[in-house]
Nanobody, 123 residues
Framework: QVQLVESGGGLVQAGGSLRLSCAASGSIFRINAMAWYRQAPGKQRELVADITSGGSTNYDDSVKGRFTISRDNAKNTVYLQMNSLKPEDTAVYYC?????????????????WGQGTQVTVSS
């Protein structure tokens, strides 16, 4: 089985920084795209940023210039560096990955979600 485990959330004042990490583990053959989503109370889950296996990135307009997504393929880990945080960034942040894994003689590709980590930005 494959698991995504997140860390790095917390409480920070407006203007501060946090770094989220998400490590994948299990019988992984290949990790394809990875991404960070967030969900604020009463709102739908939204894409924050994503990164391909080759390192191409994409950001929501609301975080461009403030957040940076990166990945360490050797560690099966994706990061989200969040700078100049605003109260409206407050949400539960979820890691997402498309992973190909091995089971017996077969390869399977599925989407996986982390458990979520709370980010709270005070004004």
């Amino acid at each position: 089985q494959v698991q995504l485990v997140e860390s790095g959330g917390g409480l920070v004042q407006a203007g501060g920084s946090l770094r989220l990490s998400c490590a994948a583990s299990g019988s992984i053959f290949r990790i394809n795209a990875m991404a960070w989503y967030r969900q604020a109370p009463g709102k739908q889950r939204e894409l924050v940023a994503d990164i391909t296996s080759g390192g191409s990135t994409n950001y929501d307009d609301s975080v461009k210039g403030r957040f940076t997504i990166s990945r360490d393929n050797a560690k099966n880990t994706v990061y989200l560096q969040m700078n100049s945080l605003k109260p409206e960034d407050t949400a539960v942040y979820y890691c997402h990955a498309v992973i190909t894994y091995v089971s017996g003689s077969y390869y399977y590709t599925h989407e996986y979600w982390g458990q979520g980590t709370q980010v709270t930005v005070s004004s």
